[in-house]
T-cell receptor
């Protein structure tokens, strides 16, 4: 498909386990964003990649969270030693990376920590 | 409006009526604004955007109005349809190429 693709769509894991979430952005989009949406809440920024620049990690809630973007395309968000408060929908968005271009979102990964 | 946790403000409209969803944004330096529609189990879907050098922009059945003086954004949906039922978020950023700051969201419920 032509949109942002995220996998898995759902992930259930035990507290303390590590999880990896994947995002395939729209082809040609140089900017990639991760957001988190807790139940009934708005979206909270986590991390942002733009081309080859150092990522903006200012939204990561703790050092248990990290993300990579390989080859300027696919990104993985890793959460180590998961805790129950990490339960949320993790959304990825991409954009053309130029001014005044909208971000387009995937359908997210619903993460549940038992 | 404001929302706390699960209690999103809800707008209920009759099918065929016009809907107006309001948003107060926070940063006077923001110069790019977007409205998103989010259906249950889906990611936010882009509806329409507007730059700060405009005060109105129209799309198909939707109009966005921007009042920079009072930092207010609104989304008007004409002839609301049942398929318009969703949560609507406004979002803002500076220069369009930075992380978005999202509003709390408004749930639109269309009564057939």
């Amino acid at each position: 498909g032509a949109g942002v693709s995220q996998s898995p769509s759902n992930k259930v894991t035990e507290k303390g386990k590590d999880v990896e979430l994947r995002c395939d952005p729209i082809s040609g989009h140089t900017a990639l964003y991760w957001y988190r949406q807790s139940l009934g809440q708005g979206l909270e920024f986590l991390i942002y990649f733009q081309g080859n620049s150092a990522p903006d990690k200012s939204g990561l809630p703790s050092d248990r969270f990290s993300a990579e973007r390989t080859g300027g395309s696919v990104s993985t968000l890793t959460i180590q030693r998961t805790q129950q408060e990490d339960s949320a929908v993790y959304l990825c968005a991409s954009s053309l990376g130029r001014n005044n271009q909208p971000q387009h979102f995937g359908d997210g990964t619903r993460l549940s920590i038992l | 409006g404001e929302s706390v946790g699960l209690h999103l403000p809800t707008l209920s409209v009759q099918e065929g009526d016009n809907s107006i969803i309001n948003c107060a944004y926070s940063n006077s330096a923001s110069d790019y604004f977007i409205w998103y529609k989010q259906e249950s189990g889906k990611g936010p879907q882009f509806i329409i955007d507007i730059r700060s050098n405009m005060d109105k922009r129209q799309g198909q059945r939707v109009t966005v109005l921007l009042n920079k003086t009072v930092k207010h954004l609104s989304l008007q949906i004409a002839a609301t349809q049942p398929g318009d039922s969703a949560v609507y978020f406004c979002a803002e950023n500076y220069s369009g190429n930075t992380p978005l700051v999202f509003g709390k969201g408004t749930r639109l419920s269309v009564i057939a």
